[in-house]
């Protein structure tokens, strides 16, 4: 059974910096690709960053490019958010997803950014920044 743990959130005052984890356990589970995802009170969830595992290339949401940084280590199956620059408007409850239907090389980012590709999902971690 695969298990996504996110942890890393809390609360920040507006311009300072957090960073997220999220560890994929499973005993075989090896993903293509993972992502973070946020959703904010009355609002859909929305994609945030991707990386996949086989490729250096990355991919990000233009409301965080410049700010957000993805990483990953493959060999502890974990990815990695860090955010700078925190603004009000980046308060949500952040999710890690991670799918095998995607290309461990790299997609087309619409299908990178669409929620429907990807099969599992951590429970989520709440990020607040304080103006």
């Known amino acids: 059974q695969v298990q996504l743990v996110e942890s890393g959130g809390g609360l920040v005052q507006a311009g300072g910096s957090l960073r997220l984890s999220c560890a994929a356990s499973?005993?075989?589970?090896?993903?293509?690709?993972m992502a973070w995802f946020r959703q904010a009170p009355g609002k859909e969830r929305e994609f945030i960053a991707a990386?996949?595992?086989?490729?250096?290339?990355?991919y990000y949401a233009d409301s965080v490019k410049g700010r957000f940084t993805i990483s990953r280590d493959s060999g502890k199956n974990t990815v990695y958010l860090q955010m700078n620059s925190l603004k009000s408007e980046d308060t949500a409850v952040y999710y890690c997803?991670?799918?095998?239907?995607?290309?461990?090389?790299?997609?087309?980012?619409?299908?990178?950014?669409?929620?429907?590709?990807?099969?599992?999902w951590g429970q989520g971690t709440q990020v607040t920044v304080s103006s």
């Open positions: 990386i996949p595992w086989g490729s250096a290339v990355t």
């Open positions: 499973g005993r075989t589970f090896s993903p293509n690709v």
């Open positions: 997803a991670a799918t095998l239907r995607l290309s461990r090389y790299g997609s087309s980012e619409p299908m990178v950014k669409a929620r429907d590709r990807y099969d599992y």
